[in-house]
């Protein structure tokens, strides 16, 4: 298999969730460390505009969003699925409305003074950061709630998991992870890796020894690449064939467009249109650095417009 190579940042909640379904499937990768700030030459080289963080490259084959990075390392590596048969409606509909709800009280939560930690160096880091975000937040259309809020809505979250895995089961959904448990894991990271609220895991021994299990795949490491590197692969390679189609009416295959989040971070990446139906959107682009590239989306969550 082509090498994996996670565009990241340590801090970056939903890379942590990728990091940690790489350990669970004993997936080796290669790491490329971008800043938490624009600019990101290199990876902005391949998606075409989308910024969003993580990105996983497989060669000249660029997927976008972890639901969809998710999907397409199901069938890589080895153990259960995250999917399983016969919860995957429940699963998938749990880590969409982690990824979404709760992800927003939690940075509610990670950025109060007290649980703070060392997220920034120092006060420049932290206002190139401020800056940074405000740009992101434009077009936006979510809400992120008040402290009152966001603590009412993660204490609620906790006690139902602790009921949950309070029968003995060692996941969300029973004996097996599932895609629910990875993204639970990480808006779980997300809100301690500061180190404040610590009792709120404390007392509650199960959540607590869950979280343990899931701690141990996101220490799997992966092997540092270079930006330089990482466009050099895809430029070697050749994208993945694909099947043209499309369900939007008057947008066919060919079609110049642009494709974007339709919640926040709605900067869209420009390219041909490839294929869209339920479950993906790809579009063809191409940069003096990368040659051709396939970019995959996920259609939950995306939106596509002519250029």
Known sequence: MTELILHHYPESPFSEKVRAIFGAKGLA???LQVSMVMPRPATIALTGGYRRIPVLQVGADIYCDTALIAAWLDDKGSGPS?????????????????DTELFWAAVTLRFLPENMGGFFTDPATAQAFAEDRANFAQGAQVRRPAVDEATARYARFLAEMETQ????????????????????????????????MADWLASRRHVSA?????????????EAISPDEALAVALAAEPLPIEQASDLPG???GTDVNV????????PSHGTLLRCDTDVIVIRREHALTGPVNVHFPRHGFGVTQD
């Open 82 to 98: 995250l999917f399983p048969a016969g919860q995957r409606l429940a699963a998938q509909t749990l880590a969409r409305w982690v």
């Open 29 to 31: 990768w290669r790491s």
């Open 260 to 267: 974007a989040p339709v919640d926040y971070g709605v900067m």
């Open 210 to 222: 869950w979280m343990e299990r899931m701690r141990a795949f996101g220490r799997h490491a992966g």
């Open 165 to 196: 895995l309070g029968d003995g089961r060692a996941y969300l959904f029973g004996a097996d992870w599932s895609v629910a448990d990875f993204a639970v894991y990480h808006m779980l990271w997300f809100i301690h890796a500061g180190g404040g």
């Open 251 to 253: 947008i066919p295959p």
